[in-house]
């Protein structure tokens, strides 16, 4: 089991940036392949960037490419999303999860934290 935890969500004024941290207790988290995802209101889950175990290859949404950016610290079991020129539509819960292997299905990942809120004020 791995447990997941997020945080450094919050409100922004469009154009601002956020940092979402994901915290893992449990399994070894370096054994592990992690994501981010997002949902808003009336919207199925979807993916928002993923990095290797080894943070040696990252992928993005082509919706968030160059403003997100994705890394992990496996000494500190935790992986982060920057979140830089927000846009009122990147509102959503943000949720982190854990595979074994990366993927850009959500079906793919294993385990999921609970989420935080980002919200985005035009």
């Known amino acids: 089991q791995v447990q997941l935890v997020e945080s450094g969500g919050g409100l922004v004024q469009a154009g601002g940036s956020l940092r979402l941290s994901c915290a893992a207790s449990?399994?070894?988290?370096?054994?592990?392949?992690m994501g981010w995802f997002r949902q808003a209101p009336g919207k199925e889950r979807e993916f928002v960037a993923a990095i290797s175990w080894s943070a040696g290859n990252t992928y993005y949404a082509d919706s968030v490419k160059g403003r997100f950016t994705i890394s992990r610290d496996n000494a500190k079991n935790t992986v982060y999303l920057q979140l830089n020129s927000l846009k009122p539509e990147d509102t959503a819960v943000y949720y982190c999860?854990?595979?074994?292997?990366?993927?850009?299905?959500?079906?793919?990942?294993?385990?999921w934290g609970q989420g935080t809120q980002v919200t985005v004020s035009s």
């Open positions: 999860a854990a595979a074994r292997t990366v993927g850009w299905a959500a079906r793919e990942y294993d385990y």
């Open positions: 449990g399994r070894p988290f370096s054994y592990y392949s």
